[in-house]
């Protein structure tokens, strides 16, 4: 099973990405998936999860840490194995690597929660 975040890129303030996460070897059906993302010389941290079904959104979510609540939007498509964080009103506080985390447990907060990681993308925002 393997994750493959992309879309990352230098952003200036203000812009927007879009970021992918494709899963291989696995479908996103009843899973939690969620982002993180970790800045250098800090921990990694929550932005957004939601939880799907096998006949599409469960109810469950999704949730966004405080930061990226009006800001960013998580959405997938378990047809397509892919998800996707949607990422506007980029500020240069937002710069990080962000990791897609998938998990057939409960939609959570806590990254050591998840069993399947992605490789990460690079966000750099300029001011």
């Known amino acids: 099973v393997q994750l493959q975040a992309s879309g990352g890129g230098l952003v200036q303030a203000g812009g927007s990405l879009r970021l992918s996460c494709t899963a291989s070897?696995?479908?996103?059906?009843?899973?939690?998936l969620a982002w993180f993302r970790q800045a250098p010389g800090k921990e990694r941290e929550f932005v957004a999860g939601?939880?799907?079904?096998?006949?599409?959104?469960?109810?469950?979510?999704?949730y966004y840490a405080d930061f990226a609540k009006g800001r960013f939007t998580i959405s997938l498509d378990n047809t397509k194995n892919t998800a996707w964080l949607q990422m506007n009103s980029l500020k240069p506080e937002d710069t990080a690597v962000y990791y897609c985390?998938?998990?057939?447990?409960?939609?959570?907060?806590?990254?050591?929660?998840?069993?399947?990681w992605g490789l990460g993308t690079q966000v750099t925002v300029s001011s």
């Open positions: 070897g696995r479908t996103f059906s009843n899973d939690a």
């Open positions: 985390a998938d998990t057939v447990g409960v939609l959570t907060f806590v990254a050591m929660e998840y069993d399947y």
């Open positions: 939601i939880r799907w079904s096998n006949t599409g959104w469960s109810g469950i979510g999704p």
